[in-house]
Nanobody
Framework: EVQLVESGGGLVQPGGSLRLSCAASGFSFDGLAIGWFRQAPGKEREGVSCLSNNHLSTYSAGSVKDRFTVSIDNAKNTVYLQMNNLKSEDTADYYC?????????????????WGQGTRVTVSS
């Protein structure tokens, strides 16, 4: 069975840090671009950060460029999103995704596989 299982969301104060995890089952991340999207209630889904299909380069949205980092542990078949200096506007549901378009922006396509999402709330 093909699955992406996310964890690590929660409540954090502004300026704090959080690391999200996304573990793949039933397939390997090898050869696939992987990354993260987010969506807040009443807002459109937006691409956050991704790793190219050779896992050698990254793309990040301007709003998170200097604060978020995507990485992968191949042995664990798990991708991470390290979020630092969190702001209230980062509050959203975060989704990991595999097999996407990463490089000149971040886009999904018909074959993109999605995680279930994990909620991040940034509040004092």
């Amino acid at each position: 069975e093909v699955q992406l299982v996310e964890s690590g969301g929660g409540l954090v104060q502004p300026g704090g840090s959080l690391r999200l995890s996304c573990a793949a089952s039933g397939f390997s991340f090898d050869g696939l671009a992987i990354g993260w999207f987010r969506q807040a209630p009443g807002k459109e889904r937006e691409g956050v950060s991704c790793l190219s299909n050779n896992h050698l380069s990254t793309y990040s949205a301007g709003s998170v460029k200097d604060r978020f980092t995507v990485s992968i542990d191949n042995a664990k078949n798990t991708v991470y999103l390290q979020m630092n200096n969190l702001k209230s506007e980062d509050t959203a549901d975060y989704y990991c995704a595999a097999d996407l378009l990463c490089g000149f922006g971040l886009r999904d396509h018909g074959r993109t596989r999605w995680g279930q999402g994990t909620r991040v709330t940034v509040s004092s």
